[in-house]
């Protein structure tokens, strides 16, 4: 694989949580990776990895105990709360585990509402219009949420994360409710918008027959980083 | 089960502490209406009684029976009578205050054993007993006659009158000429003392000892022992039973029972030849009754609305929190539970928390009650002799019925909800449906109707003040339309209000911050479900204006019109012997608290010998700082029209229909008579409203009809009346400080023969005390206060529920770089266009509601005293508490928002996603 300039960067990352009876849970013990711009990185491991508590604290939606995270050349983990929001609206996309589409607009009012969160300056119906297709939801782009499958809902949220153009896409676990072909196809999808968007993606999943679609994997044990390639 | 339900229940506190509340509020609203009823119409027979005792000087309850028995063979009679009249006690079921036999032999003659010189030869006078005559009494001259006989002499007390009447000396004994002692000779007669009531105002007393002037009175063996000897065939004996009831125990319960009783017993009576005079509950008993249906008919109508809203906010918040638990209910499905077995947990819930509340809301019932009766105007209480209340039977039944009727409301909505299957619930999620009474057009089918009354009632107000003037009560209809009017109203703003909020969205749809896109967003597409909410606030704000509007203009109204027609504060005209037998007026200088006073003259007079009407005759200056008038009743300041009176001796202002009916003008002669003096005045203006006058007064006819009658009135210069027509007994009418206490104490001290007297304090004073105005005070109160904490609690359940099911969200929100600030905002905003706009349509309800249906409604109230224009009131106070209310919940919530939004911690939030 060709050196590639990194888009983000994480240091020796640990996080711990207070546990109800006193003492604490140590979720991530001392992790770094490596995020190269233009590519699918992807964070593998089983339940209890602590891979949704590294790609938190990577998205900017949780702190780290100790060590830092580097977005481009800043350390995101020393900026004000403000400047994470901003952040998180302009260059950062997220798509969730579990179907996150806002219940009370359609699918395009959500791909649209990110656009307005990020203040896009351009025609925003034409930019909703076309990450919509790109998922192949033009089609069905007024109906609300709940009118639609678990993996058109999914595609909807992969929308509204890249419609915004931000540098990086965070997905946790974007297949799990998936069945395998639609599973691939939204592997597909990340694939076209690497090549296309100019967009990097970060993903965790538990599924082995994923890891041909990344550039890079992180496998993930106990907290810990156990092996990459 | 058990233990799953109380689990349960502890996890959803506030709902169930809402639940409890509104059931709570319920129940003590259903338990204080037979209370308050019970308490206010017995106070209101007590205070019947009373006030007929005062002002007639007589027992309300008193049966006299009265026969005179001649010839021996009647003995037996009276004994029987005696025992008759005694037992009628039993018979009516009412105990006795007072059972009297009193009897006397009429006039016999005795002569003087040592006569003086100024003494008559002989006097006539009656030996007489009393039943308990020594218990009533005191000795002022003299002593107290010692019973039996000794040397032929009995010993004899007399009232004062009889003994200045007679020309009695103490001591003195008198010789019956035809009465013989037991052994043959003349009885003699010792009069010993001179007695008097041993209390001011004594019941016992129905013929007082002033009046007696003939009574000798003995002790009562000595009376038997004459009677029985025979003295007594010799004379007429005249016997009196005077039987006094105890009030008390007169009740609207036996009031019916013990009218037809004492019919039946009058008659049976009469034909024993014993005569008896109707005692004067007969005639009390059928006003008060006629009174006692009006008010409690009043109570129960002005208590609906509230009871209706009560069972909507218990309705509102069931539905609520089985929409939170629809996930539970339909696991239950889907793993088996029978739709009957998921209705009996609730239908146990519901139980609980109905049987808690009923024992809590009967104390709070009486509480409420006992506050009732406490009220002298809307909002305002008074400590004042507290209502005695009591758990009666009814009282029982009222809570059973309420506690029954909130298990109904809340078990309802399980029925559906319990069909659901999960399958179903989710296809049901995704479809949004219009309300039932959107798809039907009920709203404006209720609006229609609503208005189609108040059209009704508008075009009938004659008949409705008619109908009153005849003791009938507050139409249900009526207050039945305006209640319908405000629902009719309050769900068509329904749809009005995302209309606006649509208009709204789109406006701005282009430029709008996201959380406002967001909110406007959350407002359209999710107006089912807040229906509910929106439509109880409407309801809830309109009834409380409406309602505060009601309490407001009727006690006022009644206040003005009562001021009005007294004129001064206090009002006094002393009966003078003869017309021209002037008292002075400088005597009335040393009353206390006098802040002004004059002269007024009224009589009947005729107008161009053609038309009669009253006449007034003023002191002009005096009168204007004497009499208060109302701005806004005449055209131009009451002053100017004392003025145009004092500038001319022969001016007179005449009342407008002088105008209007016989064509008078401005500057036209009129000639005024009286007792065939005249004298010619000109006219300096008309008038509509002047102190005291009606120009219709509703009189009530031979046949019991009423009538409205049209009256006349001239005003004029006392100084020219008096000088044409000489001074004739007139009126004082005086402006006090505060109280008429001066006058009461001027009147006493001065020993003043009052012929007329109006104290417009103390008539206030009645208005306020009146079953009728302190009910519907204190129920209108009590709504009021409901209804605020049924806002104030609605408002928070719905908003923190609505919060805690959105944390997802506000997670997803977060998660895509909205700011903490930005979701509070998005929450006010949606407090804004859902719960502020739906204030304001109530508000806007609550002003159309009054301003259409209390001129109709306050027929009920003042029908028969309506001479001022009606004035709607609402005070400022009560909307400033009403929206401070309103105000204080929004910002409690909006706290407790904030501290929910700053609290969330988006990692948390988004983990409630997984599932």
Known sequence: MAYKELIMRANNITRSFPLAGGGKIQVLKGISVEIPKKSITLLRGRSGSGKTTLINILSALDYPTEGNVFFKDQDITKMSEGAREALRRKDIGIIFQSVSLIPIMTAYENVEFSLRLAGYEGDRKERVEKALRLVGLGARMHHMPQELSGGEQQRVAIARAVAHRPKLIFADEPTAELDSGTARHVMKIFKDLVEEEDITIVMTTHDISLMDAADRTYVMEDGEVVGNG | ?915
């Not at chain 2, 002593?143 to 001591?171: A, C, K, Q, W």
């Not at chain 2, 209640?483 to 969205?505: D, E, T």
């Not at chain 2, 505060?738 to 007297?757: C, H, L, Q, R, T």
């Open chain 2, 1 to 915: 089960m058990i233990r799953f339900l109380f689990q349960k229940m502890l996890h959803k506190k506030w709902l169930i502490f809402s639940l409890f509340i509104g059931n709570i509020l319920l129940v003590a609203i259903a338990a204080s209406h037979p209370m308050y009823k019970a308490a206010a119409i017995k106070r209101m027979f007590a205070d019947d009684f009373l006030q007929f005792t005062e002002e007639e000087n007589r027992h309300p309850a008193l049966m006299t029976f009265s026969m005179s028995r001649k010839t021996l063979s009647e003995q037996g009679n009276i004994e029987e009578i005696q025992k008759q009249v005694t037992s009628l006690s039993d018979e009516l079921n009412i105990p006795y205050e007072h059972n009297i036999f009193f009897r006397y032999q009429l006039q016999q003659t005795a002569v003087w054993v040592k006569p003086r010189s100024t003494s008559p030869a002989s006097v006539n006078f009656s030996l007489s007993d009393m039943t308990d005559f020594t218990d009533h009494i005191e000795i002022i001259y003299g002593r107290m006659y010692e019973p039996g006989f000794h040397d032929h002499m009995i010993e004899t007390v007399v009232s004062e009158s009889t003994f200045i009447e007679n020309d009695l000396v103490l001591d003195d004994v008198l010789e019956f000429r035809y009465i013989k002692d037991g052994e043959g000779e003349n009885l003699l007669v010792k009069v010993v003392g001179v007695f008097r009531n041993n209390e001011e105002a004594d019941a016992y007393w129905v013929r007082s000892p002033n009046t007696m002037t003939d009574n000798f009175f003995v002790s009562t063996d000595v009376f038997n022992a004459l009677y029985e000897s025979d003295w007594n065939y010799k004379a007429v004996l005249r016997c009196y039973w005077y039987l006094m009831l105890d009030t008390d125990y007169i009740t609207p319960d036996n009031a019916d029972e013990l009218r037809t009783k004492t019919k039946a017993l009058i008659e049976r009576f009469a034909e024993k030849g014993v005569t008896v005079e109707e005692p004067p509950y007969m005639a009390l008993l059928s006003d008060l009754v006629t009174k006692v249906n009006k008010v409690s008919a009043t109570l129960m109508i002005l208590q609906v609305p509230v009871l209706i809203l009560l069972c909507a906010f218990l309705f509102m918040i069931s539905s609520q929190m089985l929409s939170l638990e629809q996930n539970e209910i339909s696991m239950f499905k889907s793993r088996g539970a029978g739709g009957f077995q998921i209705f009996l947990l609730y239908l146990m819930q519901s139980l609980f928390i109905a049987v808690v509340s009923g024992v809590i809301g009967l104390f709070l019932g009486r509480y409420m009650c006992k506050a009732l009766g406490s009220s002298v105007a809307f909002l305002e209480f008074v400590s004042r002799r507290s209502l005695g209340v009591e758990f009666t039977k009814e009282v029982f039944l009222y809570v059973g019925v309420a506690s029954l009727l909130s298990v109904l409301v809340t078990v309802l909505p399980v029925i559906s909800y319990s069909r659901v299957s999960i399958v179903s619930l989710k296809r049901n999620r995704a479809r949004v449906r219009k309300q039932f009474w959107q798809r039907f057009y009920l709203d404006f089918l209720l609006l229609g109707v609503g208005i189609y009354g108040l059209y009704n009632f508008t075009n009938q107000k004659d008949t409705l003040v008619t109908k009153v003037l005849n003791g009938g009560s507050l139409d249900p209809m009526l207050y039945f339309s305006s209640s319908i009017f405000i629902l009719g109203a309050g769900l068509v703003a329904l749809r009005i209000q995302p209309l606006i909020v649509k208009l709204l969205f789109k406006i701005g749809k282009k430029v709008w911050s996201p959380q406002t896109y967001a909110s406007l967003l959350q407002t359209i597409r999710t107006s089912s479900k807040q229906y509910f909410i929106m439509c109880f606030l409407i309801l809830t704000v309109s009834l409380g204006i409406f309602n505060a509007t009601v309490a407001r203009t009727i006690l006022s109204n009644a206040e003005n019109n009562t001021v009005y027609q007294i004129g001064p504060d206090v009002l006094l005209k002393e009966r003078w012997k003869n017309n021209t037998d002037e008292p002075s007026v400088a005597r009335f200088d040393q009353i206390q608290g006098r802040e002004s006073m004059t002269l007024v003259q009224r009589d009947k007079i005729s107008v161009d010998k053609l038309h009669s009407a009253d006449f007034m005759g003023i002191e002009p200056k005096r009168f204007g700082e004497t009499v208060t008038m109302k701005d806004g009743l005449l055209p131009t300041h009451f002053y100017n029209y004392l003025n145009a009176l004092a500038s001319d001796a022969n001016a007179v202002l005449l009342s407008e229909n002088f105008r209007s009916s016989y064509g008078y003008e401005i500057g036209d002669k009129v000639t005024l008579s009286l007792d065939g003096v005249d004298f010619t005045a000109t006219i300096y203006g008309f008038f509509d409203y002047w102190p005291t006058y009606s120009a219709t007064v509703m009189e009530k006819q031979a046949d019991d009809s009423v009538l409205p009658v049209t009256k006349y009135l001239v005003v004029a210069n006392l100084s020219t009346a008096q000088f044409t027509w000489q001074t004739r007994p007139y009126e004082v009418w005086f402006k006090m400080n505060g109280s008429a206490d001066g006058v009461y104490n001027f009147i006493e001290e001065n020993s003043i023969d009052v012929e007329k007297f109006e104290d417009r304090f103390e008539s206030i004073r009645k208005i306020r005390n009146q079953t009728l105005f302190q009910g519907t005070n204190g129920i209108l109160t009590m709504s009021f206060i409901v209804i605020l904490v049924l806002c104030g609690a609605g408002f928070l359940i719905y908003w923190i529920l609505s919060i805690r099911s959105r944390e997802l969200l506000f997670g997803v929100f977060r998660a895509m770089g909205m700011s903490k600030g930005a979701i509070l905002h998005m929450l006010v905003n949606e407090q804004i266009f859902s719960s502020l706009l739906s204030i304001g349509l109530g508000a806007l309800i609550g002003v159309i509601a009054s301003r259409n249906f209390v001129p109709l409604i306050q027929i009920a109230y003042s029908a028969d005293h309506q001479s001022l224009p009606l004035e709607l009131i609402t005070q400022t106070s009560d909307m400033v508490r009403l929206f401070a209310i309103i105000g204080i919940v929004f910002v409690v919530c909006m706290i407790i928002l904030s501290r929910i939004v700053l609290s969330m911690k988006i990692t948390n939030a988004l983990k409630l996603g997984e599932d």
